[in-house]
């Protein structure tokens, strides 16, 4: 029982570090991202992202690029902003 108290604690403790924040990753976008391209890539006809794992591959390949050195929930929550606003991969209305 002593060590399973501890183990739940830190199981919460994780689970609500890792939730997804997309207003975090508007602000993270309008900050890094529209300022190099605008938004005009994620509304044209011949997007290069054409899924939700495409998404995440080029958010992180956008942050690794300009050298961000972002954490993976700041990837995340850009990648959820943008899916949301732009993409709407698997969003239902």
């Given at each position: 029982?002593?060590?399973?108290i501890?183990?739940?604690?830190?199981?919460?403790?994780?689970?609500n570090?890792?939730a997804?924040?997309p207003?975090?990753?508007?602000?993270?976008?309008?900050?890094?991202?529209?300022?190099?391209?605008?938004?005009?890539v994620?509304?044209?006809?011949n997007?290069?992202?054409t899924?939700?794992?495409?998404?995440?591959?080029?958010v992180?390949?956008?942050?690794?690029?300009?050298?961000l050195?972002?954490f993976?929930?700041?990837?995340?929550?850009?990648?959820t902003?943008?899916?949301?606003?732009?993409?709407?991969?698997?969003?239902?209305?």
């Open positions: 029982m002593k060590t399973l501890p183990a739940i604690m830190l199981t919460l403790a994780s689970t570090s890792l997804v924040d207003a975090m990753g508007k602000e993270l976008t309008e900050k890094h991202c529209v300022r190099c391209h605008g938004s005009e994620y509304t044209r006809e997007r290069r992202v899924s939700l794992p495409g998404l995440h591959k080029q992180r390949f956008c942050e690794q690029n300009l050298g050195t972002w993976d929930d700041q990837v995340e929550n850009t990648a902003y943008l899916n949301l606003e732009y993409y709407k991969f698997g969003v239902t209305p």
